[in-house]
């Protein structure tokens, strides 16, 4: 519909004007300007208000203003606008570097939520990016830029990247051994969720994303828009009942691990890593509680007619919305790779910085068990005929496969053989691993492995304990640290294959 220049010239008389539900398009922006005496105004749209301003207060214009965006600039506020770049600009470096530095241990997880979060920088970037394009003059392109199809990828864009990782961590707390094929059913699940709006359905009727000029579906305010109720399903609903599984998931694991902790004889070092773990996993939940409980929160609040101030939504949308993006990346893959936060190394340089450490340093870093003897582990010096793991590692010109495989069974047996006279070593260091690499007098055609029984202690209760299983996690640890190695080794030398 249409509004024609001097329609209302004729009523400088007019107080109140009331012209909603008309689907107006087309008006000059002075279309008010001969209303002097008008003093209420009634519309569909905030941006008539804007070209009133100067005769009808916004106080007396309806609807009431964008809790963001005002009459000149889609980011009213310049804090906002500032923090818009920095988080879009942390989560776009921060989830590349994420592929550099993840652990291999937990690649899948780190992988899916990398591409999520980066997904909501790109969707960060995009809006700050067209609140400059639009700076000084967004009212009157307002309607143009919701309903534009780039508004409607943003919309997509950040619900995909919001429950793709709900949905990552709701998988991983339910079973820590992520499989592919879950992460992938995970992202086609969410890419519909998010993508059917975008259908000719009447249901949405084409708004569903333009609700705001930051794309965003949320509902978090007193409003009933276009679809509400299938926002209410998935970003108050399924992310409240994921977060409190999540929530139960690590109650219970902490609670295991600290009834474990309890009955172990175990190394101090052992003692302090699952203090470590504990504490990572506390600000793992913490970090997703403050991103996604006021969002829950404020949505159930607008559902229950309460009125959400506007600042309130704006900092949402802007900040809490969107920070988890760019505190993800630290908290699940720099804080778990071989680099420090600080201290922007390549990973060899820091796995043959480790390798090489200095035994005196190594030595002291573990303790022996309450069961053993008193005394600090001193590294023996190899007995005649053997070199140390490491040097042979380093120094064997023909290091092949099979001898990695050789070095594994060898320690293997020598675990089995002291798991079954009761005994546990409570911890193997690498260092202390000595190498023949002469064939064994046996038959068995592989190499020998001598490891001194200097830390070893006898379990007093194996079916209480689980000093068993923790051998077999550091010889797990062990086979990891020769791959690794090895791995470098046929990356830097041309000799071997």
């Given at each position: ?131 400059e394009f639009y700076r000084g003059r967004y009212i009157e392109n307002s309607d143009v830029w919701k309903h534009s199809i780039l508004c409607q990828f943003c919309g997509f864009l950040s619900t995909v990247s919001s429950e793709v990782s709900v949905a990552t961590l709701f998988v991983y707390w339910l079973n820590p ?271 020998r492995v001598y490891i001194p029984d200097l830390n070893q202690y006898p379990v007093v209760d194996a079916e209480e304990s689980d000093d068993f299983a923790f051998d077999m996690e550091e010889f797990g640890n062990l086979v990891k640290r020769m791959l690794r190695i090895y791995h470098i080794r046929i990356n830097s ?5």
């Amino acid at each position: 519909r249409i509004i024609k220049k001097g329609a209302f010239n004729e009523l400088t008389s007019l107080i109140s004007l009331d012209i909603r539900d008309n689907d107006l398009h087309v008006f000059p922006k002075d279309v008010f300007h001969a209303l002097k005496s008008l003093r209420f105004l009634s519309t569909d749209n905030f941006k008539f208000c804007c070209l009133a301003a100067n005769i009808v207060p916004f106080e007396r214009c309806l609807p009431p203003q964008d809790e963001i965006s005002d009459c000149e600039d889609l980011m009213s506020n310049l804090v906002q606008r500032v923090i818009l770049w920095f988080l879009g600009v942390v989560a776009l470096v921060a989830n590349a570097a994420t592929r550099l530095y993840s652990n291999p241990v937990s690649s899948t997880l780190i992988l899916s939520l990398g591409c999520a979060d980066f997904l909501m920088g790109i969707y960060l970037m995009i809006i700050a990016s067209v609140d400059e394009f639009y700076r000084g003059r967004y009212i009157e392109n307002s309607d143009v830029w919701k309903h534009s199809i780039l508004c409607q990828f943003c919309g997509f864009l950040s619900t995909v990247s919001s429950e793709v990782s709900v949905a990552t961590l709701f998988v991983y707390w339910l079973n820590p051994l992520i499989h592919i094929r879950l992460i992938t059913l995970s992202w086609i699940v969410v890419i519909m969720l998010a993508g059917l709006p975008l259908f000719p359905i009447p249901y949405f009727n084409g708004k569903f994303y333009a609700r705001s000029g930051t794309c965003l579906a949320l509902h978090i305010t007193p409003h009933k828009p276009d679809g509400w109720e299938y926002s209410v399903a998935i970003f108050l609903c399924i992310n409240l009942v994921a977060f409190l599984i999540i929530v139960g998931c690590y109650l219970f694991m902490y609670k295991t691990i600290r009834l474990s902790r309890q009955k172990m004889n175990r190394l101090k070092a052992r003692q302090v890593r699952e203090t470590q773990v504990g504490r990572q996993m506390a600000l793992i939940v913490i970090t997703n509680f403050l991103c996604w409980f006021p969002v829950i929160v404020m949505g159930m609040m607008s559902l229950a007619g309460f009125t959400i101030p506007g600042a309130a939504y704006s900092w949402t949308a802007v900040f809490v919305f969107p920070v988890n993006s760019a505190t993800n990346p630290i908290i699940y893959s720099l804080a778990q790779s071989p680099i420090s936060l600080f201290t922007f190394k390549s990973k060899r340089d820091s796995t043959n910085k480790s390798l090489h450490m200095s035994l005196k340093q190594k030595g002291k870093a573990v303790e022996r068990s309450i069961s053993a003897p008193k005394g600090k582990f001193m590294r023996p010096y190899p007995p005649p005929g053997y070199v140390s793991l490491i040097d042979f590692l380093d120094t064997e010109e023909d290091l092949k496969p099979k001898h990695l495989l050789e070095i594994s069974y060898s320690i293997s047996e020598i675990i089995k053989d002291a798991h079954e006279r009761g005994s546990a070593f409570g911890g193997i260091e690498f260092e202390s691993v000595c190498v023949s690499n002469q064939i064994s007098l046996d038959n068995s055609n592989r190499l020998r492995v001598y490891i001194p029984d200097l830390n070893q202690y006898p379990v007093v209760d194996a079916e209480e304990s689980d000093d068993f299983a923790f051998d077999m996690e550091e010889f797990g640890n062990l086979v990891k640290r020769m791959l690794r190695i090895y791995h470098i080794r046929i990356n830097s030398s041309p000799y071997i294959n």
